[in-house]
Each structure stands twice: as C-alpha cells, then as structure tokens.
C-alpha cells in the first residue's frame, strides 16, 4: 500500500519554516495552513498549541501511529484512489507548532485558486465557496472528474478501506478529519496526474480502547465527507453501500454493523426527525 509520499527532504528549522510562508491555503479552528515560497511539493501547517478549551494533541504523533498500526495491512490491495497525507515533519515551541505535509492541488489544477476541494460525498450536489475555508464538492461533482462509473466505485470502496483502517485497525477514532480532492505536485509530472481523496486534519482525533459504537458513527457523520443512504435515488444508495463494503472488508461484519446501525440517522428519508439531521451540520 503506498501512502507514504517519498519525498528528498533535508528538514528546516523554525525560523526557516517562518521565512517559507507564503500563501494562505486554509485556515482552521486552530491552526492555518500556508503554501511554501522554496518547496512546491509541501505546505505548512502551524498551529497554535495554547487557546481556550484547546487540548492540545500531536498531530505529528497520531498521524504516525496510524501509519505504523495498519503498515501490517500491506496486503491490502488498493489502487492509490485515496491516502492519508503524510508530514514529514514536526517542529514546536512554547505555543505554536509547525508541520510540513504534501500540498494537496485543486483536481481541476485551477492554480489561481488556493481554495482546497473538500469532498463531502454526503451530499448529491454541494458546490460552494467557504471564503478562507475552502471549497467543497459533492458526489456528482466530484464523479464527474473521473467520468467512469468503475473508477469512482473503486474510489469510494477504497474511501471505506482506509477510514476502517483507521478507525479499526489503528484505533484511532476520525474525530475531526476532513476529506480533500486533489493531486501533489509529483503527479503533475506524470501523464495522468491522478486526482485521489486525501484525508487530512487529525488533531482533533484521538486513539480508543474499547469502541463506542455510537461515537465512532457521530465522527463519520459530523461533517458529510461521507456517502449516506438513500431510499429514493439508487445511485446514492449504492455508493454508500460500495462505502460501506469497502469499510466491512477491514473490520469485519459485526464491528462493521455496530458502527453503521448508528450512522446516518437523521437522514430525512428514513426518519421523521429530520431537522435534527441538519442541525448537527
Ligand atoms: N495538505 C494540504 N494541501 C492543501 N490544503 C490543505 C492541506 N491541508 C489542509 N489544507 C487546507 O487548510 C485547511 C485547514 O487545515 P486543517 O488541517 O483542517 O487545520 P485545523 O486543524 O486548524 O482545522 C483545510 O480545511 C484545507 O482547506
Ligand atoms: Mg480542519
């Protein structure tokens, strides 16, 4: 499995890191993310370490954790359609840290947008612009950039695979996570410049012992990254159920189920409690 971004890095230090900002890519509670005056391949993510009610986690560290938990999953076969953005590098003081992960580009390669496509397959259509924030995409939007029905069936039966790695296998809850719709800059190298999912922002995230069902269904639903049911569009009905194999071919039936029976449950197609579902947008 290749999640792993190889890049030759020799590694900055803080005020070098400070003297690479360049533009801002994405600002979020806590932190902002900047592109790099002297490195195409990379961006910056600092973070405030102090700040109200802020329990402050490392990032760095539970990104890494995750990778050497299912590095034992190489077995796996996938197709490189979705990666967890790797940093390569930590650095902190008293009350920031910085972090160097591979800059994600726009799918469309619009290079006069900074604005990252988040992917939020939740919803059929969801094209709108969060100044600072982003830009956000949704299934039919984002399928139209592959234009081949196989292909984003793959994409989004390996969207399952990776969030059950992560959840599953590394016991890593996915609290917070957000999911981009891009390339690296390698990529644009090469003929086909591959567009994938990314999942990004762990800070938020925490390891679990013994799984609350409940709460690990609420983190995949929090934010509609991900594909949900649908009693009257088949289209959507199957993504999600293409989601939901990908997620049970690494947890297994029955964890699989106990996350599931309490996900997606104010969808208004199955419950008459449907303002509630958009409240917890
Ligand atoms: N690797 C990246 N490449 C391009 N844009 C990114 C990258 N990582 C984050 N962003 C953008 O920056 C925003 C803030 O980053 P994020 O990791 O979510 O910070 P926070 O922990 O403060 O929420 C993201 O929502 C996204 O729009
Ligand atoms: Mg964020």
Redesign the pocket.
Known sequence: MNYLTKHLFAGYHVKAIENQKDKV???????T?YSMKGNFDL?I?E?NKQGVSRKWRNEFDIIKNIFNQISTYDNVHLNDYVRI?CPLQFIETVAQCYML????FRADNDKSNN??I?ALLGFKNHHKIFEN??ESYGLEEIEKFYNNTEIFKKVIYELGVVIALIQYVAKNDASDI?I?FGHEYSDELTEQCQNRLYV??F?MSSTYEKADFEWLAQCLETVRYFPIRSKTNTRIQAVFEEFKKGYQSIAGEEFTNNVFKHYDLYNPEFSSNANNYFLRL
């Not at 992960?101 to 994600?104: F, K, S």
């Open positions: 890519l994405g600002q979020g509670a806590h932190g993310v961006c993510k973070s953005a992960i591979p800059r994600i604005n990252a988040h924030r982003g957000e981009i990004i922002d800070d």
